[in-house]
């Protein structure tokens, strides 16, 4: 295969705050909790977007990731855009949540608003209606991140005739949130494509697979 | 009624998480879809169950939903026949 692909720009959670391209763009503060601290970062975003309380947490972790990676640079090319999220956790916050509704012993009434999001691959369709994109999306359950395996299945999508990908790592279990995120575009120069798909395998390998867990 | 109204709102905010509004911001008689609180289908579910779990009420009918979801308002007049009946 001989797809040409390079990241533009990369974001990381880590030590409790978004960084993009290495450099800070939220800042840390003590919240009660996960679902607290998401909200925090929503605000400090300004993202005016309402419909991210309505998500359960994976979904928001992934909606702030895209948040920060894209800002207002949307892909000039939505259509041609995909999405390709790696996940270890699936949706387990939300399978224990509906879980426990169905489970109540007075009341077992299931909620839509919960059940919605008992898939890992809704965060896709977060991302997907949040910035108008319409290429092709995968969401891939792993249990590590493979960098061989990432770049294969974003090899396989930029041959498939997408320009541009979002790509990342996207968990939430308990009260810990990790995630990274990566825009990666095919590249127009006559850079050696073996070089690149090295470099890319390179900086995902290098990227600190740091935890946001909530200091009790 | 105005009490019902009340706690109604509390109740829709909590279960729809519309995280960044109180109570006032709700106004009693705008449509709760499309237009005011632009409440999507699963909201719709949602205020279905808030029903049942909150006041012991199923809408048995579908085609009623339209007319009992329109707003707050009708919402509480709903609930409160119901109770009555």
Redesign the interface.
């Known amino acids: 295969m001989s797809t040409k692909l390079h990241i533009v720009s990369a974001v990381q959670l880590r030590e409790g705050c978004w960084h993009r391209d290495g450099r800070a763009v939220t800042e840390w503060r003590q919240n009660e909790s996960l679902a607290a601290w998401l909200s925090d970062q929503y605000r400090q975003l300004n993202m005016a977007y309402p419909k991210f309380f309505k998500m359960d947490s994976l979904c928001k972790l992934a909606t702030l990731a895209v948040e920060v990676l894209v800002g207002d640079e949307t892909p000039v090319n939505p259509q041609q855009t995909g999405i390709l999220v790696f996940n270890r956790t699936s949706s387990i916050v939300s399978d224990c949540a509906h879980q426990e509704l169905i489970s109540d012993s007075v009341n077992p009434l299931p909620s839509p608003a919960v059940f919605v999001y008992t898939l890992p691959n809704i965060m896709l369709g977060e991302i997907a209606i949040r910035y108008r994109l319409s290429g092709e999306n995968l969401c891939v359950i792993s249990d590590v991140a493979r960098p061989e395996e990432i770049f294969m299945h974003a090899e396989l999508m930029a041959a498939s005739g997408m320009t541009e990908l979002i790509l990342g790592w996207v968990d939430v279990i308990d009260q810990q949130a990790r995630a990274w995120m990566l825009r990666v575009k095919k590249h127009d120069g006559e850079t050696n494509n073996s070089q690149l798909s090295t470099q890319l395998i390179k900086d995902i390998d290098n990227i600190p697979t740091w935890t946001h867990s909530l200091k009790s | 009624m105005d009490a019902l109204i009340e706690k109604l709102k509390g109740e829709i905010i909590q ?6 509004m109180t109570t006032a911001d709700i106004d009693t008689d705008a449509p709760l879809f499309m237009e005011g609180l ?1 409440l999507d289908s ?2 719709a ?2 205020l279905i ?1 808030l029903l ?2 909150n006041y012991g009420i199923k809408l048995e009918d579908p085609k009623a939903g339209k007319d009992v979801f329109h707003s707050v308002r009708t919402m509480a007049e709903y609930i409160q026949s119901r109770q009555e009946a």
Do not use: A
């Open positions: 279960q729809l998480n519309l995280e960044e632009g699963i909201d579910l949602e169950v049942e779990r």
